[in-house]
């Protein structure tokens, strides 16, 4: 199963199109038990999420796999080493676990500043230790990789990528990376739900891009699938990814993505593809 269970909702109120606020804790708990019973495998959390960690600790984890990422590093902090086993020990006693199956970095351009080779040197160490299994960094675009490859190795990558977001591909990096034997975890396969979103319920500022939005419609009719299919379909069946990290309020939510899994790829055509930033990039939302 390359679903991968994203769980920022869990933690905080997050995402363009969730309406329903923070998952409630015996939602959680429902929402875990139907990914089990798919054969979902992991989960992908972080520091930076709010009450995450906590909760996938009440609710516990062990039949997955656990992904978390460190938070963007404050230099103030001393010494770099003690930095890292902080935030790790920290987040294993949140989630109640002894080890992870991944430890990113949320801001890995942070290995090109100061201590940045501790930093690695202290992941390196947990990973020889069996603490943590692979170590990896999300980034935001490919250009992160092209600056930290030629300096660092990696186990894991996560990256966003969708219907208009095709820069890991056209990049040659999903290629690279699968063939280097690095885990890659794609996100934002919904751009926070902006994707899935009807015309009338889009914030104001997405108006500008009104057309692009109007010929993902008019390609899914034409090609018979529904814009869900399409947003799973351009990534689940690619042979270079790995797991495709998707985030759900419910598990109706869930249930639908599990159900709308294509056994074909879906290729956009590249007349749908932006590399315009102040659409592709949410933090650049201005909402």
């Given at each position: 199963m390359k679903i ?11 995402g ?8 409630r ?8 038990d139907?990914?089990?019973g ?26 997955f ?12 902090d ?20 002894s080890?992870?199956?991944?430890l990113?970095?949320?801001r890995?351009l942070?290995l090109m ?11 390196c ?12 960094i999300?980034?935001?675009g490919?250009?992160?990789l092209?600056?930290l ?6 186990d ?8 208009i ?9 999903l290629?690279k990376l699968?063939?280097?034997?690095v885990?890659v975890?794609i ?15 889009r914030?104001a ?8 939005f ?13 814009l869900?299919e399409?947003?799973l ?8 990814i790995?797991k495709?990290v998707v ?16 056994s074909h790829?879906?290729?956009?055509p590249?007349s749908l593809c ?14």
């Open positions: 991968a269970l994203g769980t920022v909702q869990f933690g905080m109120n997050y363009v199109a969730n309406s329903a606020g923070k998952v804790l015996q939602d959680v708990r429902r929402i875990l139907i990914a089990h798919a054969g979902v495998t992991t989960l992908d959390t972080a520091v930076s999420y709010g009450e995450s960690e906590s909760l996938l600790g009440r609710v516990g984890t062990k039949n796999d656990v992904v978390s990422k460190l938070p963007p590093r404050d230099f103030h001393s010494n770099a080493g003690e930095w890292v086993a902080t935030h790790i020990q920290n987040s294993l006693r949140k989630l109640n676990r080890s992870l199956y991944g990113l970095l949320h890995p942070d500043e100061r201590n940045g080779q501790d930093v690695y040197n202290a992941l160490d947990f990973k020889a230790r069996g603490v943590v299994k692979k170590i990896g999300s980034v935001y490919p250009e992160e092209e600056k490859f030629s300096r660092y190795d990696f894991m990558v996560q990256a966003p990528m969708n219907i977001d095709q820069r890991m591909r056209e990049s040659g990096w290629d699968k063939h280097s034997g885990e975890h996100r934002s396969a919904f751009l926070q739900g902006l994707l899935l979103m009807r015309k009338d319920d914030p500022f997405f108006k500008p891009w009104s057309d692009l109007l010929r993902i419609e008019e390609w899914c009719r034409d090609e018979n699938i529904s869900l399409a947003c379909g351009c990534l689940v069946q690619r042979p270079q790995d495709v985030g759900v309020t419910c598990q109706n939510q869930l249930e639908d993505i599990l159900a709308s899994i294509c790829q879906i290729k956009p590249a932006s590399h315009d930033e102040a659409l592709i990039n949410p933090s650049m939302w201005k909402l």
